[in-house]
C-alpha cells in the first residue's frame, strides 16, 4: 500500500498538508506532530451526492505498508459558514511511536515531494 492519509475509512486525502509542525522532549522520547491542511479534499465529500453513505470525520490516519497510526485529536475551521482547514495532532508517548512516525513520513514524503525545513 503506498504511503496516504485518511480522515474518512477508505477515502484518500489527496491534499498534501500545509505545514507539518514537530516537537520532541528533551529526553527524545515523547513529541508530537501538528499537521494544517488548507481546504483538504474530504470536504468535497459534504457537496458530492454521490458519496452513498453519511460519514464523520472522526480522526486522521496515516496509513503505509499496512501499518497504520491513528489520531482522534481533530479540529476542523470554518471560514465563512464552509469548513476550510484541518488540524490534527498526533502525540507520541514513546521513541518506538516517534520511529513508526518518522518511518511514515519518509514514505510519504517520496510519494508526495513533501519536504523538511528546520525551524527556529
Same mark, same amino acid.
Given at each position: 500500500?503506498? @504511503?496516504?492519509?485518511?480522515?474518512?475509512?477508505?477515502?484518500?486525502?489527496?491534499?498534501?498538508?500545509?505545514?507539518?509542525?514537530?516537537?520532541?522532549?528533551?529526553? %527524545?522520547?515523547?513529541?508530537?506532530?501538528?499537521?494544517? $491542511?488548507?481546504? @483538504?479534499?474530504?470536504?468535497?465529500?459534504?457537496?458530492?451526492?454521490?458519496?452513498?453513505? @453519511?460519514?464523520?470525520?472522526?480522526?486522521?490516519?496515516?496509513?503505509?505498508?499496512?501499518?497504520?497510526?491513528?489520531?482522534?485529536?481533530?479540529?476542523?475551521?470554518?471560514?465563512? %459558514?464552509? @469548513?476550510?482547514?484541518?488540524?490534527?495532532?498526533?502525540? $507520541?508517548?514513546?521513541?518506538?511511536?516517534?520511529?513508526? $512516525?518518522?518511518?511514515?513520513?519518509?514514505?510519504?514524503?517520496?510519494?508526495?515531494?513533501?519536504?523538511?525545513?528546520? %525551524?527556529?
Amino acid at each position: 500500500m503506498k @504511503p496516504q492519509i485518511q480522515f474518512v475509512s477508505g477515502v484518500e486525502e489527496i491534499i498534501v498538508p500545509r505545514r507539518i509542525r514537530l516537537t520532541k522532549s528533551e529526553n %527524545g522520547e515523547t513529541g508530537t506532530a501538528t499537521f494544517i $491542511f488548507i481546504n @483538504p479534499s474530504v470536504f468535497s465529500l459534504f457537496s458530492n451526492s454521490s458519496f452513498s453513505e @453519511p460519514f464523520l470525520i472522526e480522526g486522521m490516519e496515516l496509513l503505509w505498508d499496512n501499518k497504520k497510526i491513528k489520531t482522534n485529536d481533530i479540529a476542523v475551521f470554518f471560514k465563512r %459558514g464552509q @469548513p476550510t482547514i484541518i488540524r490534527s495532532i498526533l502525540i $507520541f508517548k514513546n521513541s518506538k511511536e516517534w520511529f513508526n $512516525f518518522l518511518n511514515f513520513m519518509n514514505s510519504y514524503a517520496k510519494e508526495t515531494g513533501l519536504s523538511f525545513t528546520e %525551524g527556529n
